[in-house]
């Protein structure tokens, strides 16, 4: 599996202010996906990060509020824009390889604590 | 569209005990199916995943599911929990032509000695 590396792992932020979470992968893969998991609950998708176009973003999400870049098959990043003490989530970066592969492999998560 | 109920928020369970995680979904079309276990203050590790063949699934750790599908249902057991269990425990599925995960709302898993 190809292994995925996010940063950074956590982070205290004032609110007002925006959060870039990046995610490398050690090798190329075809879909990256950005989920979000608020304190005590399960994980909702953010977007499909799209390599070369923008991303798709679920319902509940939009590119103002978490623009995402994914400049290459190996990279991407999320930010959270303008944040809010509800904001405060774990972000997850998580992969799948593709081909037919429907394993999805995940990060480790950055924890956001907005004040 | 997908969804994904487990029926227990939480589990407590005392070590050497065996320990089963309810999850039942819903869908219009094939899906497959899988577990994902998070430890404290990491991301999720899958445990295991039905796609089709064998309804039972042997997984990790010692982990393994009962796909039943007239129930709509992939319970996960373990016949004797260790300490190291103690975790959360999700379920989730995937349209068997898409690509998205869609994700149960999660088990927490508490072993006592």
């Known amino acids: 599996s190809a292994v995925i590396s996010q940063k950074p792992s956590r982070d205290i932020c004032q609110r007002g202010t925006s959060l870039t979470i990046q995610c490398q992968v050690d090798?190329?893969?075809?879909?990256m996906f950005w989920y979000r998991q608020q304190p005590g609950q399960s994980l909702t998708l953010i977007a499909t990060a799209n390599q070369g176009s923008e991303a798709t973003y679920e319902s509940g999400f939009v590119i103002d509020k978490f623009p995402i870049s994914r400049p290459n098959l190996t990279f991407s990043t999320l930010t959270v824009s303008n944040m809010s003490p509800e904001d405060s989530s774990i972000y997850l970066c998580?992969?799948?390889?593709?081909?037919?592969?429907?394993?999805?492999?995940f990060g480790q998560g950055t924890r956001l604590t907005v004040v | 569209a997908q969804s994904v109920t487990q029926l227990d928020s939480q589990v407590p369970v005392f070590e050497e005990a065996p320990v089963e995680l309810r999850c039942n979904y819903s869908?219009?079309?094939?899906?497959?199916l899988f577990w994902y276990v998070q430890y404290p203050n990491q991301g999720l590790q899958l445990l295991l995943k039905y796609l089709s063949g064998s309804t039972l699934v042997k997984g990790i750790n010692g982990f393994e599911a009962e796909f039943n599908k007239s129930q709509t249902s992939f319970h996960l057991r373990k016949p004797s929990v260790h300490i190291s269990d103690t975790a959360e425990y999700f379920c989730?599925?995937?349209?068997?032509?898409?690509?998205?995960?869609?994700f149960g709302g999660g088990t927490r898993v508490l072993v006592k000695p």
């Open positions: 998580s992969h799948t390889r593709g081909g037919g592969s429907t394993e999805a492999f």
């Open positions: 090798s190329q893969v075809t879909m």
């Open positions: 989730a599925v995937i349209k068997a032509a898409g690509n998205k995960l869609t």
């Open positions: 869908s219009s079309v094939s899906v497959y």
